[in-house]
C-alpha cells in the first residue's frame, strides 16, 4: 500500500513516522509511506504557501496553488487511482469501519491542513474526502493523518506479528476490547482472573466475549447499536443487566 503524506512539517512526520508499527511496516516494505514537503511547489524565493483571507480575519490560508500542484504531480506519477483526503475537522468522522474501508485502498494522498485552514477551492476542486479524527482543535492535519496512517496500517497484510492482533482489537467488532493481564499472578492482592490461568481455551474465549460485552455496556453502550452481535451475544447482555428496551431493539437490528 502507498499513502503520502503532503505537509508543510515533513520533519515532523518523518520523525513520528519511523517507529512503532509504522517504521517496521516501511522497513518491510508492505507500507510506502511517501512523505511529500508541500513548499516543493511554490515558486517564490521565501516558499510561501499560505496568505492572507480575503474578507479580512486573523490568521493564514494555505494557497490553493501549491496544492493543486502537488495533488496533479501525485496523480500522475502513481499511474494507479488515487484517493485523495484533506484532513479537516470538517469531515466525516474516523471510525473502525472507516479504517476498514481506507486498508482497502490502494494508493493514499493524505493533505495536512494549517494556519486557518485550505483555500475552499482545495475542498470543492481537488480532494475525494474529508476526514476528521474528533470534534477538537488541533495545530494542524499532521497528527490526525499520522493517526490515520497507524490505523489503517494495522490492516495490511504482513504488519502485524499475528493476523488476528487486528482482528480481535477494540472495535473491530464494533466492540471495546477485553481486560488484559500478565504476570505476576498476583500483585499486591490483586490477582488475575482464574479463568486466564486455566488453560481451557473455550472457556477463556468466553470470558473474554462476556467482558467485551460488559465494557462496552457500561463505558459505550452507543456502540452496541452497530455491533456485530450474536445471538449469544445477545444472551450474555440480558444476563449483564442490559436494559429491556434496548435488548429488544438489538433483536430486532439483528440481521
Known amino acids: 500500500m502507498i499513502i503520502e503524506v503532503v505537509t508543510l512539517f515533513p520533519a515532523m512526520v ?88 481506507l486498508a482497502e485502498e ?22 475525494d474526502d474529508e476526514i476528521s479524527i474528533g470534534d477538537y482543535v488541533l495545530t494542524g492535519g499532521e497528527l490526525p493523518a499520522l493517526v490515520l496512517v497507524d490505523a489503517v496500517a494495522r490492516y495490511i497484510p504482513g504488519v502485524l506479528g499475528k493476523a488476528e492482533s487486528a482482528e480481535e482489537e477494540s472495535f473491530r467488532d464494533g466492540l471495546l476490547e477485553y481486560p488484559q493481564y500478565t504476570r505476576p499472578e498476583e500483585y499486591r492482592g490483586w490477582r488475575v482472573p482464574e479463568v486466564l490461568l486455566s488453560g481451557h481455551h473455550a472457556m477463556i474465549a468466553r470470558w473474554r466475549r462476556r467482558e467485551s460485552l460488559r465494557r462496552t455496556l457500561e463505558r459505550r453502550p452507543d456502540l452496541l447499536a452497530s455491533a456485530r452481535l450474536t445471538r449469544n451475544d445477545l444472551q450474555m447482555l440480558e444476563e449483564l443487566g442490559a436494559d429491556g428496551a434496548l435488548l429488544e431493539k438489538l433483536k430486532a437490528e439483528r440481521p
Request: one cysteine or more; glycine letters at 10%; aromatic letters at 2%.
Open 14 to 101: 518523518e520523525q513520528c513516522a519511523s517507529h512503532s508499527i509504522i517504521g517496521r511496516a516501511r522497513e518491510s516494505g508492505a507500507l510506502q509511506l511517501r512523505v511529500v514537503d508541500l513548499r516543493d511547489y511554490t515558486h517564490d524565493r521565501h516558499r510561501t504557501a499560505d496568505d492572507a483571507p480575503y474578507g479580512g480575519g486573523a490568521g493564514m490560508v494555505m494557497k490553493v496553488e501549491p496544492l493543486d500542484e502537488a495533488i496533479t504531480d501525485l496523480r500522475q506519477k502513481a499511474g494507479e487511482p488515487v484517493r485523495v483526503i484533506l484532513m479537516s475537522p470538517q469531515g466525516r468522522k474516523l471510525d473502525q469501519r472507516l479504517v476498514e474501508e
Open 106 to 127: 490502494g494508493h493514499l494522498v493524505l493533505i495536512c491542513g494549517h494556519y486557518e485552514g485550505v483555500d475552499e477551492r482545495v475542498r470543492e476542486h481537488l480532494v
